[in-house]
Every structure is written in structure tokens, then in C-alpha cells.
């Protein structure tokens, strides 16, 4: 099985500032482009860091609060440094969480919640930007076809990995949602098999109704 590349899935129209860019420029790039993020590069185009909606809003932090409404907590230091930036190097989160192109969206899925950001920076091997991959990239992997679905989970988790006869066991997808019948060689052969089907991409649900020619085969082997 080959899971979707981040090559395949991200954005290559990247919207990009520099370091010196202002903050109301960086205010306009994000709005004329309709994104939540841009990526601040080096004139080499070498990713520095990445500027976010939540960065520039820290600039309200240090304005007087109106009547009646509660105090906001006083900021940390690096709170405050970007509240008080006027430039895109100020005012961006640093490093930037970057991906490499040819990830799979399972690796760039598990980055982006272990570090809690929305979308990763697509970095060459010389670390100059190529695209942005988002959340929302990530999920058009569920959009996939169910025939396409269906075919690799015969072709390579059945037939391929398995070395099973894809004519013994049926499978019927519907809206990604995988459906397994037939027999299988023994039961102890489940487990994988429902794993193997669950990682296809696309995927979103694994029922089974399957019999099986030899229920345990330690059983088996002792009794003969």
C-alpha cells in the first residue's frame, strides 16, 4: 500500500512575505488571498517563520479595554514582543513546522496534532518553500473513489500483502465505509486483515462477516 503523498494533496500557489514586510501588508496578504497563514522567507526564498492570524491579533492585546468588559490577562514576554512587532520577522512564530514533499499524509496528520497547528510549510531539501499543506488538504483523502477504494484493498491488501484468494472474500464500499464478507484461511488472520483495510486511504470504517476454514490454528495442529 502507498499512502497519498503531501506532494499530491498541498497547495503550490503559496502566498509568501519577507522579514521587513509591514504588519499591515502582512494584514493585507492574508485577506487578499483568503488564507488564515502566510510563510515569511529570506530572499532566497528560504522559510523563517510563519505568520497566522492569532500573531497579528496579539496586536490588540495592548490596547486599553472598554468599560465594563473583563481585563485581559497581562501578556508574557514573547506575548508582548509581537504585540509591539511592526514587521513580518516581529511578528511570525518561529520555527516554522515544515514538511518535506514527499511525506505521506499520515506523517504530515500526525505532525500537525502533535505540535497543534493547522497546516505545515512545504520545504524543499535546501529548505526554500514549495507549498502549504492544511488540514482541509489532508481530509480530500476521504473524498477518494469507492471503486478505488475497493480495488486496492483486492489487488494489494488481499492479493498482494496477503497472498489471499480476493475471490474468497468480498468486499463492497460505500462512501468509504469497507464492508468484508466471505471466509478467511483462519480466524487469527482477522486482526491484520481489518488493520490493513482501515490504513487504505480513504477509508473511513471496517465491518466484517466473515467464516473462517480453521478457527485456531494451535488447536488444530495439537489435535492432529
Known sequence: MHHRRIDGLMSRRVVSVHRDTPFKDVVRALSESRVAAVPVVDDGEHVLGV????????KTTDR??????????DPE????AKAEGVRAEELMSAPAVCARPGWTFVEAARLMEVQGVRRLVVVD????????????????????????????????????????????ISVGVHDG???????????GMLPVLEHMCGAVDGVISVSTHLAYTVKDPRKEGSSS
Request: net charge negative; glycine share 10%.
Open 64 to 73: 486599553a479595554e472598554p468599560a465594563g468588559l473583563p481585563a485581559v490577562p
Open 125 to 168: 531539501g535546501d529548505d526554500r518553500v514549495v507549498g502549504v499543506v492544511s488540514r482541509g488538504d489532508l481530509l480530500k483523502v476521504f473524498l477518494r473513489a469507492d471503486e478505488d477504494i475497493r480495488r486496492e484493498i483486492e489487488q494489494d491488501v488481499l492479493a498482494g500483502t496477503l497472498r489471499l484468494d480476493p475471490a474468497s
Open 77 to 80: 514576554a514573547w506575548e508582548r
Open 51 to 58: 505568520v497566522s492570524e492569532a500573531d497579528l491579533l496579539r
Open 177 to 187: 465505509q469497507v464492508d468484508l464478507g466471505g471466509s478467511l484461511p483462519f480466524k
